[in-house]
């Protein structure tokens, strides 16, 4: 096999998602902008799918900014019923079915930040977990700003809905890393010059918390997915 082959070629997770007979190919096209007429095709050509997932990942990113700056909604992605959450739970599934790993960061704090804000703790703590289990502890990274923010939402999290011993062991590791306790806050989070670059977080078997006390992993969100891909088939029936 080429290496073009090779990087095209669909992993086991995707391609048992995909050769499902429910797969809802033209739902998940419109959602990423691809014509549905061409929906089965695209979504199975990796580097297809990916452009179109890093696309429309830009066009979420910038109509979710114009929502917090208090403008109104003047694409179709801001006047989509399910925005902001809703659209942005479905990219994160789909950049993580597609492995666009890159892509996941930003947009996984925004949902969990809205989670939190809606008092779902448990979703947002998952999330969370997306955002620091997508980020390489201790490399170069874009994405350091949006992983300490992850991080110091969770102290927020944890307060509300968790240890206080844990948030408060959180909140130590932030100040010494030189990390603004609300840097979650931050539309556009961004670190100061004495911070230091993202460790991995202060929990290494999983982010809390959790009733069930299981360890929540970056692998968690198929499970979402596999929601997301029955709701989208239900949705797509009642259309057609």
């Known amino acids: 096999m080429s290496d073009e082959q090779t990087s095209t070629a669909l992993s086991p997770t995707r391609d048992a998602a995909l050769a499902r007979p429910d797969f809802p190919f033209t739902r998940v096209a419109r959602r990423l902008g691809i014509?549905?007429?061409?929906?089965e095709v695209a979504l199975r050509d990796d580097?297809?799918?990916?452009?179109?997932?890093?696309?429309?990942?830009?066009?979420?990113?910038?109509?979710?900014d114009a929502r917090r700056a208090g403008r109104a909604p003047e694409t179709a992605m801001g006047l989509d019923p399910d925005f902001p959450t809703g659209v942005g739970m479905a990219l994160v599934?789909?950049?993580?079915?597609?492995?666009?790993?890159?892509?996941?960061?930003?947009v996984a704090l925004r949902v969990a930040k809205d989670h939190y804000e809606d008092g779902a703790d448990e979703l947002a703590a998952s999330y969370i977990a997306l955002v620091q289990e997508s980020v390489d502890p201790g490399a170069e990274s874009r994405d350091d700003a949006v992983a300490w923010a992850a991080q110091?939402?969770?102290?927020s999290v944890l307060q509300r809905s968790g240890d206080p011993g844990q948030a408060a062991e959180i909140a130590r590791d932030l100040a010494a890393h030189a990390i603004p306790i609300d840097l979650w806050r931050d539309d556009?989070?961004?670190?100061?010059?004495?911070?230091?670059?993202?460790?991995?977080?202060?929990?290494?078997?999983?982010?809390?918390?959790?009733?069930?006390?299981?360890?929540?992993?970056?692998e968690d969100v198929h499970d979402y997915m596999n929601t997301l891909l029955a709701d989208m088939r239900r949705e797509q029936e009642a259309e057609e």
Request: hydrophobic fraction near 40%; avoid cysteine.
């Open 35 to 39: 014509d549905p007429a061409e929906a």
């Open 47 to 64: 580097d297809r799918a990916r452009a179109a997932i890093a696309r429309t990942v830009g066009e979420f990113l910038e109509a979710d």
């Open 93 to 106: 599934g789909a950049a993580v079915l597609w492995e666009a790993r890159d892509l996941v960061p930003p």
């Open 152 to 155: 110091s939402l969770l102290v």
């Open 188 to 218: 556009d989070p961004s670190l100061p010059d004495d911070s230091m670059s993202w460790h991995g977080g202060a929990f290494v078997g999983g982010i809390p918390p959790r009733r069930d006390e299981r360890s929540l992993s970056y």
